[in-house]
């Protein structure tokens, strides 16, 4: 039995993989490590709230960046950086936790006790609970949608040698919109069981 568990959430816009996480860690009984860990961490490292909340997981602009002797000038490359480092010093120190999005599948790769999910859903579903959670219209969180996957692709992309919903980078990939959300939680909580009883 594993002693050990992380669990990499990389989810689809609208595809209820925040809200997956959040019920993966409860039931485990494990942190969640999302938007407060870059709360708690990044800004703890020097940098002010306003920056970090503008460059959390914000792909890198190319023509305004440079590297000189292994140091960035990139604010949005030094936050993922920070991230990335206390990411790796979480499961180097033992502990088990969930974490969203932020290339975790790829920082952790390596990680034995590491399960990499990927949830995504068709497209009437993300908008049908984009619509109903941010009270839009349907173009408006079509657009939405459009927008956050995109930065989260290019975010992931920049910094992951597999692609963002590649399903050649995760252990599991699952539609959320045909069992639903709650017996998508149930199939991933079983995944997990079996992947501890066989460490």
């Known amino acids: 039995m594993r002693q050990q568990i992380i669990v990499t959430i990389g989810r689809e816009y ?15 009984g494990i ?4 938007r407060a860990l870059i709360d708690g961490t990044v800004k703890a490292s020097g940098y002010q709230q306003a920056l970090v909340d503008k460059n959390d997981e914000k792909p ?10 292994g140091y960035s000038n990139s604010i949005e490359e030094n936050v993922a950086e920070q991230v990335f480092s206390f990411l790796r010093g979480r499961a180097e120190a033992g502990e088990s936790f969930v974490v969203v999005g932020r290339c975790s599948d790829s ?13 995504l859903a068709d497209k009437e579903t993300k908008v049908e609970r984009i619509v ?3 009270h839009l219209s349907e173009k408006e969180a079509l657009d939405k949608m459009l927008r956050a996957d995109k930065k989260r692709r290019t975010y ?7 692609k963002w919903g590649d399903s050649r980078g995760y252990d599991l990939c699952v539609n959320s919109g045909r069992l639903g959300i709650e017996q998508t939680i149930d199939v991933l909580l079983e995944y997990i069981r079996r992947f501890q009883e066989n460490g």
Not at 31 to 34: E, G, K, Q, T, V
Not at 60 to 69: K, T
């Open 14 to 28: 609208g595809s209820g993989g925040h809200y997956i996480a959040q019920q993966l860690a409860a039931r485990l």
């Open 31 to 34: 942190r969640l490590y999302d």
């Open 60 to 69: 890198v602009n190319i023509f305004l960046s440079r590297r000189v002797s």
């Open 107 to 119: 920082v952790l790769r390596h990680n034995p006790n590491a399960l990499h999910f990927f949830i």
């Open 132 to 134: 109903s959670l941010y």
């Open 156 to 162: 992931h992309n920049y910094y992951s040698d597999m």
